[in-house]
Structures are given as structure tokens and as C-alpha cells.
């Protein structure tokens, strides 16, 4: 073993501990209720913004749109929204075709209200598969040179959209999202994500 035991005890008696600088919290500018609906007439998303929901793992606010034919008929058959995972991811396979509800909302987008845009980032890209997706963000994280260095690029790549966000609240689109995805095969994921937020427009429309 090399070096002095002693030598080394009398320097760690002698270490004083200096307090890391206190970083504020990057706090909202509004609720994420009314960025979320802000952000989404910024990006022209129609339909009605739903409460933020954990959905795979993920915080956010799905925008869905009500389609009038087959909610009428669901009602007339008693078709509620069913929300049991296990249940629905049933619904895609082929010998269930006809058999099972049609849907009756439309998921037009994904939004994560977020502090951060790492944050932001994980939690939109996961629903790109079936929809728009986007994130909101504070001003403050907006006017960093991580943000324009780490953050646009990779919204870009991944195809999610940047609204930022300011007091009132006010925001502005900072990057649009894919204009342009094939559309993926319906799976059981899907058709549970939809009929969540059928139950949630029913809830919020009602």
C-alpha cells in the first residue's frame, strides 16, 4: 500500500464542506391543463384536450375528436368505453373483425407539459407510432444553448414539435412536427389508448 495513513486522515479532518450553489426550480407559467390547450390550437389540432393522463409509463395530454356515427352507435348498442388493457388488446386480433366496438374518438395528438426537454422528449416520442406528438416548454429552458444545440435536433429527428411557453399563458411554435407518417397498423395498444380517451372525452364533454 503506498502512501501515509496519517497523513491522509489529518487531510480528510481538514476538507471543508462548500454548499453547491441552490438552482431554482424551472417552474410552469400556467397550469399544464392550459398549456396543453393552448399548445394545441398553436399546432391547429381540433378536437377537445384532454386532462394529463400516465399512459405507457408517460405524462400526457391527448387531444381526441368525438366522431358523432359511431358514438351514436355504440350508445344504441349499449357499447360503453372499455377500458381493461387485458380485454381490448383482444379487439385487433383478425378472427375479432366485426365482432368487436368500432372506435368512436379519433387521437389527433400527444402533448407533454414539461419542465425539462429531456423530459418532454421521452414522454412524447413513445406515441408518434399512432399520432402528432408534441412537447411544451417553458420559456427559461427555450433561451439555453442546450436547447438549440441538443434539443431542436432531436425534435427533428424524432418528428415531435417544440411549443414554448410564457406567462398568460402565451405560446409560440417553436418547431412544427411531422407533417407527413405512415399510418401503422391498428394494434392492441392503440385501440386501448383510444377507448381511454373515449372515456376521458365523455367525462369532459359531458
Given at each position: 500500500?503506498t502512501?501515509i495513513?496519517?497523513?491522509?486522515a489529518?487531510a480528510?479532518?481538514n476538507l471543508?464542506a462548500?454548499?453547491?450553489?441552490?438552482?431554482?426550480p424551472v417552474?410552469l407559467?400556467a397550469?399544464?391543463?392550459?398549456?396543453a390547450?393552448?399548445?394545441a390550437?398553436?399546432?391547429?389540432?381540433?378536437?377537445?384536450?384532454?386532462?394529463?393522463?400516465?399512459?405507457?409509463?408517460?405524462r400526457?395530454?391527448?387531444?381526441a375528436?368525438?366522431?358523432p356515427?359511431a358514438h351514436?352507435?355504440r350508445?344504441c348498442?349499449?357499447q360503453?368505453?372499455e377500458?381493461d388493457?387485458?380485454?381490448?388488446?383482444?379487439?385487433?386480433?383478425?378472427?375479432?373483425s366485426g365482432r368487436?366496438?368500432?372506435p368512436?374518438v379519433?387521437?389527433?395528438?400527444?402533448l407533454?407539459v414539461?419542465?425539462?426537454?429531456r423530459?418532454g422528449?421521452v414522454n412524447?416520442v413513445?406515441?408518434?407510432?399512432?399520432c402528432?406528438?408534441?412537447?411544451?416548454?417553458p420559456m427559461s429552458?427555450?433561451?439555453?444553448?442546450?436547447?438549440?444545440?441538443?434539443?431542436l435536433?432531436?425534435a427533428r429527428a424524432?418528428?415531435?414539435?417544440?411549443?414554448s411557453a410564457?406567462?398568460g399563458?402565451s405560446?409560440?411554435?417553436?418547431l412544427?412536427?411531422?407533417?407527413?407518417?405512415?399510418?401503422?397498423?391498428?394494434?392492441?395498444?392503440?385501440?386501448?389508448?383510444t377507448?381511454?380517451?373515449?372515456?376521458q372525452?365523455l367525462?369532459?364533454?359531458?
Open positions: 500500500m502512501g495513513p496519517g497523513r491522509a489529518a480528510v479532518d471543508t462548500v454548499p453547491s450553489p441552490l438552482v431554482p417552474e407559467p397550469s399544464v391543463d392550459e398549456l390547450a393552448a399548445a390550437r398553436q399546432l391547429g389540432w381540433q378536437g377537445v384536450v384532454l386532462p394529463e393522463m400516465k399512459l405507457l409509463g408517460r400526457v395530454c391527448l387531444v375528436q368525438l366522431m356515427d351514436a352507435e350508445i348498442l349499449g360503453g368505453p377500458v388493457r387485458a380485454t381490448v388488446s383482444t379487439w385487433a386480433w383478425p378472427e375479432f368487436v366496438p368500432e368512436a379519433r387521437i389527433v395528438g400527444a407533454a414539461a419542465r425539462h426537454w423530459t422528449l412524447a413513445p406515441f408518434l407510432r399512432w402528432d406528438s408534441a412537447m411544451v416548454l429552458v427555450v433561451l439555453t444553448n442546450d436547447y438549440v444545440v441538443n434539443c435536433p432531436r424524432y418528428g415531435v414539435g417544440v411549443v410564457e406567462p399563458p405560446v409560440d411554435l417553436d412544427p412536427g411531422r407533417s407527413e407518417r405512415a399510418a401503422a397498423p391498428v394494434d392492441g395498444t392503440q385501440r386501448w389508448l377507448e381511454l380517451a373515449y372515456e372525452i367525462c369532459t364533454v359531458a
